[in-house]
Nanobody, 123 residues
Framework: QVQVVESGGGLVQAGDSLRLSCTASGLTFTSYASAWFRQAPGKEREGVSCIRRSGATSYYADSVKGRFTISRDNAKNTLYLQMSSLEPEDTAMYYC????????????????WGQGTQVTVSS
C-alpha cells in the first residue's frame, strides 16, 4: 500500500523560512518524479515545483522562483521543499505528489498524493 505523508507546515510571519518534507512508502521512490502543489482557499490547486527522478533537474512556478528550493533524498524516500522569504500569498495547503511520468505542472499525471500540510504566512 502506497503512503505519501507531508510534514513541516505551520504558521510563520512574512519573510520567514520553512521546510516541508514528504515521505513515501510502498513504492520505488526513484521511479517517480515528485512535485509540490498548493491550494489556497477558493483557488485551484497549482503546481509549485517538480523534481525529476534523479534529482538533477527541477522546475518552479514563476511565483516561487528564487525563493523555494525542491530536493529529494532517494535513500530516504523523502522529498523536501525549502521555502524562504515567505509571503502571505504563499498561504495554502501544500501537497506532495508522485508520477511515473515526467514532471508536469498539471495534476493529471500524478497518481499518488499526500493529505497535505498547511502553511500560513501572516503579514
Amino acid at each position: 500500500q502506497v503512503q505519501v505523508v507531508e510534514s513541516g507546515g505551520g504558521l510563520v510571519q512574512a519573510g520567514d523560512s520553512l521546510r516541508l518534507s514528504c515521505t513515501a512508502s510502498g513504492l520505488t521512490f526513484t521511479s517517480y518524479a515528485s512535485a509540490w502543489f498548493r491550494q489556497a482557499p477558493g483557488k485551484e490547486r497549482e503546481g509549485v515545483s517538480c523534481i525529476r527522478r534523479s534529482g538533477a533537474t527541477s522546475y518552479y512556478a514563476d511565483s516561487v522562483k528564487g525563493r523555494f528550493t525542491i530536493s529529494r533524498d532517494n535513500a530516504k524516500n523523502t522529498l523536501y521543499l525549502q521555502m524562504s522569504s515567505l509571503e502571505p500569498e504563499d498561504t495554502a495547503m501544500y501537497y506532495c505528489a508522485a508520477t511515473a511520468s515526467d514532471c508536469s505542472g498539471s495534476r493529471a499525471p500524478y497518481k499518488y498524493w499526500g493529505q497535505g500540510t498547511q502553511v500560513t504566512v501572516s503579514s
